[in-house]
């Protein structure tokens, strides 16, 4: 039993910043793979990056690589992406999901829980 909810979407010229955070509820959080997809209309949702439950990993899609940094907290049960060099590729709507059984993944069908997303804009 997670609940998990996205904040710091917003809009940004190319070039700029944001921090996503995810905060989430439920005991099971700090033995749970974190990870961060995103999503735009007519597409399928993608990969972002994902961090393993104890911070020890972190996995990035290539077009995010240099620029996009996954990190956690286990204390607060927080989960953030540090997103830097925004491009207008960038643009879409950020899901924070967990994983609380297996092993670390890249794959959306093998999360359990959800945020609803928070929008990023990015534009010129």
């Known amino acids: 039993q997670l609940h998990l909810v996205e904040s710091g979407g917003g809009s940004v010229q190319t070039g700029g910043s944001l921090r996503l955070s995810c905060a989430a509820s439920g005991r ?3 033995t749970a793979h974190m990870g961060w997809f995103r999503q735009v209309p007519g597409k399928e949702r993608e ?4 961090i393993h439950w104890s911070g020890a990993s972190t996995w990035y899609a290539d077009s995010v690589k ?3 940094t996954i990190s956690r ?5 927080m ?4 997103m830097n060099s925004l491009k207008s590729e960038d643009t879409a709507v950020y899901y924070c999901a967990a994983r609380s ?3 670390q993944s890249r794959r959306a069908d093998q999360y359990d829980y959800w945020g609803h997303g928070t929008r990023v804009t990015v534009s010129a």
């Open 66 to 68: 240099g620029r996009f």
């Open 47 to 50: 990969f972002v990056a994902t």
């Open 79 to 82: 989960v953030f992406l540090q």
């Open 28 to 30: 099971t959080f700090s």
């Open 101 to 103: 059984v297996g092993l």
């Open 73 to 77: 907290d286990n204390v607060k049960n």
